[in-house]
Each structure stands twice: as structure tokens, then as C-alpha cells.
């Protein structure tokens, strides 16, 4: 996601000033978000969510 984000800035920049600023904001809000996550769901702060470790829905037939 963060490097589709990465991407879409880019052509923002080449795009209107409008478009660019509103792409700029939804990239920091998408990376404030993913870090909120992290220091949530990453107990032993090692960069990676593990199945024990995430709190979300789990299935098993997964």
C-alpha cells in the first residue's frame, strides 16, 4: 500500500497543486496509521505482525 501511495504522489506532483496537496495529506495519514497499528499489534517491536500477536479476527481455515 505504501508504495501505490508512494506512486500515486508522484503524479500528483505532476498534476494541479490541488490534487497534489490532497494526495501529500492521505500518504501521512495512511503512514500515522500503519505506525499507530504497529505499536499496537507488534508486542515484541520486532517490525513484523504475527498470527499470536495480532488481535484482530482470526480463522483457522486460513
Request: charged content about 40%.
Amino acid at each position: 500500500v505504501s508504495d501505490y501511495l508512494r506512486k500515486q504522489v508522484i503524479e500528483a506532483e505532476q498534476a494541479s497543486a490541488s490534487e497534489n496537496e490532497a494526495v501529500k495529506k492521505m500518504l501521512a495519514d495512511h503512514d500515522k496509521l500503519v505506525e499507530e497499528i504497529f505499536q499496537l499489534e507488534d508486542k515484541d517491536k520486532n517490525g513484523f505482525i504475527s498470527h499470536d500477536e495480532f488481535s484482530g479476527p482470526k480463522h483457522d481455515e486460513l
